[in-house]
Structures are given as structure tokens and as C-alpha cells.
């Protein structure tokens, strides 16, 4: 089955400086990746996604990149902000057939220092 | 609109008993997935629920079980707890061609 590594587990930055996480996949059928966040206490929600015929997509602040024959994708945050502490968590599924299941890296915690 | 709804929000239990966790999807929504959030392991997936029917498991035992009722809210059941059954359960729903996953906001469910 997929197994999705996310790197680094822990990452501390100044408010203003960019941080970025990374994680890898082993399936090369996978061909959706989001990206969640999780604060403290609260749901994970969808921040970010990308699918297989997309190398890199940007929303304000956050874009994600997708390097498909390396399979590794990564979530780049620039400008970051005190909100911005958390929890991120990569994942990755593909869709089609009856085993549909969304794969998910262990998570980064994100420490934005003000 | 309502978000997914879990309850209860927090439940003890001892080991050897039997807990039930209830979940609400989105309105419209007719999956239902439930993921298992231990300290450290990230996100584990347990299983998939569309249309009433199961349509894929995670590597957990067997007494982790669940059902979807028609109205598309789901349970999951787990027996014969165990201490590192302690964990936070999220239950997440979308539409049934949709990979957008929206969760609630979980069980914590501590095994003593």
C-alpha cells in the first residue's frame, strides 16, 4: 500500500521567514495530494491541494510543488505568521476502485516565533 | 451549514470494554471515514463507509468494526479496548466522487 514520509517533524521559524515541508510517496499511481492543518485542540482542515497533472499550484501565501518522478511533494509557506503555528499533515490517495484511502505523513509541527 | 459532528467529545474507558463513537456527516456528504490520531503516528486510516456498505479497511484488528446507517451518519465500534486503543478518533465525510476529506473534530478516548 501507499506510505507517505513527511520531513521534518518539528520546525521552528521568525515571524516573516518562509518554511517549508516536505514529504515523499511510494505509490506512482497516487495522483491527488493535499495538504492539512491541524491547530491545537481543533479539526485538521484542508489548506491545499494538487492533483497528478499539476506541477505546482499557489493560494495567497501557501504553494504546494510536485515533482512526480521523484515522488516527493512539498508545502512552501512564505511569509509566515504567528496563526500559522501548527500542525501540517501531507497526504496522498488515488482515486478509482473500490480501496480509496487517503495516506497520511506523520505531520510537522510549525512553531512561528513572533 | 453544519460541519461533521462526533460524539461524544471525550470518553475513559478500562480495558476490556467496549466503546461506540458517533459521527454526522456533512449534509449531502455520503462517505464517511474514520482515522485513528495516536501521539506521534499522524493520521492512521481505519475505514471507509459510502452508501451504507464498507468499501475499504486500514490494518487495524477486528474488533475495530463500524456500520453507516441510511441516513449516511456512521459508528464505530471498538471491543476488548486496549491501552493503546487511547487515542484521538477523527471521523471525516465527503461526496462520493470527491477526495476532499472534512473532518470533525474527534473522540479523545482514553483506555485506563
Known amino acids: 500500500g501507499e506510505n507517505v514520509e513527511q520531513h521534518p517533524s518539528t520546525l521552528s521559524v521568525q515571524e516573516g521567514d518562509s518554511a517549508v515541508i516536505k514529504c515523499t510517496y511510494s505509490?506512482?499511481?497516487?495522483?491527488?495530494f493535499p495538504w492539512y492543518k491541524q491547530e491545537l485542540g481543533k479539526r485538521p482542515q484542508l489548506i491545499i491541494d494538487?492533483?497528478?497533472?499539476?506541477g505546482e499550484k499557489k493560494d495567497q501565501r501557501i504553494a504546494v510543488t510536485l515533482n512526480k518522478t521523484a515522488k516527493h511533494f512539498s508545502l512552501h509557506i512564505t511569509e509566515t505568521q504567528p496563526e500559522d503555528s501548527a500542525v501540517y499533515f501531507c497526504?496522498?490517495?488515488?482515486?478509482?476502485?473500490?480501496?480509496?484511502?487517503?495516506?497520511f505523513g506523520k505531520g510537522t509541527l510549525l512553531t512561528v516565533n513572533p | 451549514e453544519a460541519g461533521v459532528t462526533q460524539s461524544p467529545t471525550h470518553l475513559i474507558k478500562t480495558r476490556g470494554q467496549q466503546v461506540t463513537l458517533r459521527c454526522s456527516p456533512i449534509?449531502?456528504?455520503?462517505?464517511v471515514y474514520w482515522y485513528q490520531q495516536a501521539l506521534g503516528l499522524g493520521l492512521q486510516f481505519l475505514l471507509w463507509?459510502?452508501?451504507?456498505?464498507?468499501?475499504n479497511r486500514g490494518n487495524f484488528p477486528p474488533r475495530f468494526s463500524g456500520r453507516q446507517f441510511p441516513n449516511y451518519s456512521s459508528e464505530l465500534n471498538v471491543n476488548a479496548l486496549e491501552l493503546e486503543d487511547s487515542a484521538l478518533y477523527l471521523c471525516?465525510?465527503?461526496?462520493?466522487?470527491?477526495?476532499?476529506?472534512?473532518f470533525g473534530s474527534g473522540t479523545q478516548l482514553s483506555v485506563l
Open positions: 471525516a465525510s465527503s461526496f462520493r466522487t470527491s477526495e476532499k476529506l472534512f
Open positions: 505509490d506512482s499511481a497516487s495522483n491527488y
Open positions: 494538487i492533483r497528478s497533472n499539476v
Open positions: 497526504a496522498a490517495s488515488k482515486r478509482g476502485g473500490s480501496n480509496y484511502k487517503l495516506t
Open positions: 449534509s449531502g456528504h455520503t462517505s
Open positions: 463507509y459510502d452508501e451504507g456498505e464498507e468499501r
